[in-house]
């Protein structure tokens, strides 16, 4: 049976002893990468910064875990208000901009904490396996 490793990033930072993911086999899922910014946390800055962030994270998640944003499979954002995607489909473009290969994405309405207006968790398929 494969085993679960444990990706750790600089670019994810939580207060609580969370992974910034999980591997087991080839199957990779991130925790909840946000946009705030840990030296600012006070301002958390636009949309279109937070989703620069956010986005920005991912793809440093993917490199830890020995792969890329090639290997997502679907990601899962959460906002504050659904209705403004203009900046998030901006970051989309910008990391695939390949409409024949992208990822599935869903979008989803929630209540966010601290200043908060993005967030996001990522599903990702390795070529390599944890076995």
């Known amino acids: 049976m494969p ?15 969370i992974p910034a993911a ?7 899922v991130t925790g ?3 946009g705030i910014d840990p030296a600012k946390p006070d301002q ?5 910064e937070q989703a620069g962030l956010m986005f920005h994270r991912v ?4 490199k830890s875990a020995g792969g890329s944003t090639d290997n997502i499979l679907k990601l899962n ?3 504050s208000d659904v209705s403004d995607r203009k900046a998030v489909n901006a970051e989309w ?10 990822p599935v994405r869903q979008t989803l309405h929630a209540v966010l904490d ?12 390795m070529d390599k396996s944890t076995d």
């Open 59 to 62: 793809a440093e998640i993917m």
């Open 3 to 17: 085993r679960r490793k444990a990706i750790y990033s600089d670019a994810f930072s939580h207060s609580n002893p």
């Open 44 to 48: 958390p800055g636009t949309l279109e």
């Open 93 to 102: 473009t910008k990391m695939f901009p390949d409409a024949a290969t992208r």
């Open 114 to 125: 601290r200043g908060k207006l993005i967030q996001c968790d990522v599903l990702a398929v």
């Open 77 to 79: 954002v959460q906002m």
């Open 22 to 28: 999980a591997q087991l086999g080839n199957i990779l």
């Open 32 to 34: 909840i990468v946000n």
